[in-house]
């Protein structure tokens, strides 16, 4: 569903501050995949999310969305395959915007926009369904300003605009990281059912070592824009957070660094 073949991105090539930021790249995504990303600060997480949205260009490699070759498409030609929460609730939703205004965006991401400003009443009803699987009341609440929402409710709604449309690639950038353990909790079962439910395909980073074997079927470890190893199958159900720490520590000695992961 999702193949990345040879990527690679330079940043600020040629100069002292030269960063190798995604180096050689290979991925396979089957459908219905959710893939957990660890690695330490500046492994080319983020760059990697960056790269398949198309937020940033890439120096060499392919991208290809369902046998689609996205590479050169814009940002916002692949919003109508990709959806994606970043780690502040601030900036998946317009703060000025009311509940359905910012859904309705999301309903229309990727489709030519027009001029019409009226919400119409069978999105009004998709949008109070949608709302009350999250269970935060705000099926009640769609003319509330998002600005006025709890950074949880916004990352839920930014969760749920994500997925409206049950969109090819779900991209999840440290999306729990920012809010308290138990809206997090909370946002992370939501994210886990609405992946199941609607057999979306997704990738998301985490720092946190037991959730990145506890979620999804696939781990892969990046460092420095490469990917150092994959756990999936028996031998993930059989990883701890040990292993984890321990394939780490082998690479890093093998450069003949000392060990430090930011967990």
């Given at each position: 569903m999702l193949k990345i073949v040879n990527l690679t991105k330079i940043f600020n090539p040629g100069t002292i501050n030269e960063k190798k930021a995604l180096?050689?790249?290979?991925?396979?995504?089957?459908?219905?995949?959710?893939v957990t990303i660890i690695g330490s600060n500046g492994a080319g997480k983020s760059t990697l999310m960056n790269?398949?949205?198309?937020?940033?260009?890439?120096d060499k490699g392919k991208i290809y969305i369902d046998n689609i070759d996205v590479t050169?498409?814009?940002e916002y030609r692949r919003g109508k395959f990709i959806g994606r929460v970043f780690q502040d609730p601030m900036t998946g939703t317009a703060a000025e915007m009311t509940v359905e205004e910012n859904l309705v965006l999301a309903l229309k991401r990727g489709q030519k926009r027009t001029l019409r400003k009226s919400i119409k009443n069978?999105?009004?009803v998709l949008f109070r369904e949608q709302l009350k699987l999250l269970g935060l009341n705000l099926e009640n609440?769609?003319?509330?300003?998002?600005?006025?929402?709890?950074?949880?409710?916004?990352?839920?709604l930014t969760l749920l605009m994500a997925t409206i449309t049950k969109p090819k690639l779900l991209l999840l950038d440290e999306h729990i990281a920012?809010?308290?353990?138990?809206?997090?909790?909370?946002?992370?079962?939501?994210t886990k059912q609405i992946v199941?439910?609607?057999?979306?395909?997704?990738?998301?980073i985490t720092h946190d070592l037991h959730q990145a074997l506890a979620v999804g079927n696939r781990t892969i470890m990046m460092h420095k824009g490469r990917m150092l190893f994959e756990l999936k199958g028996e031998e993930r159900k059989r990883a701890t957070v040990e292993t984890l720490l321990g394939l780490f520590r082998k690479?890093?000695?093998?450069?003949?660094?000392?060990?430090?992961?930011?967990?």
């Amino acid at each position: 569903m999702l193949k990345i073949v040879n990527l690679t991105k330079i940043f600020n090539p040629g100069t002292i501050n030269e960063k190798k930021a995604l180096d050689n790249i290979n991925l396979h995504l089957k459908e219905g995949d959710l893939v957990t990303i660890i690695g330490s600060n500046g492994a080319g997480k983020s760059t990697l999310m960056n790269a398949i949205s198309g937020a940033i260009a890439v120096d060499k490699g392919k991208i290809y969305i369902d046998n689609i070759d996205v590479t050169s498409q814009p940002e916002y030609r692949r919003g109508k395959f990709i959806g994606r929460v970043f780690q502040d609730p601030m900036t998946g939703t317009a703060a000025e915007m009311t509940v359905e205004e910012n859904l309705v965006l999301a309903l229309k991401r990727g489709q030519k926009r027009t001029l019409r400003k009226s919400i119409k009443n069978p999105e009004r009803v998709l949008f109070r369904e949608q709302l009350k699987l999250l269970g935060l009341n705000l099926e009640n609440d769609l003319r509330q300003k998002v600005g006025l929402l709890s950074g949880g409710q916004r990352q839920a709604l930014t969760l749920l605009m994500a997925t409206i449309t049950k969109p090819k690639l779900l991209l999840l950038d440290e999306h729990i990281a920012a809010l308290d353990p138990q809206i997090a909790n909370l946002v992370m079962e939501l994210t886990k059912q609405i992946v199941k439910t609607n057999r979306l395909t997704a990738l998301m980073i985490t720092h946190d070592l037991h959730q990145a074997l506890a979620v999804g079927n696939r781990t892969i470890m990046m460092h420095k824009g490469r990917m150092l190893f994959e756990l999936k199958g028996e031998e993930r159900k059989r990883a701890t957070v040990e292993t984890l720490l321990g394939l780490f520590r082998k690479q890093r000695e093998a450069e003949g660094r000392s060990f430090c992961f930011l967990a």
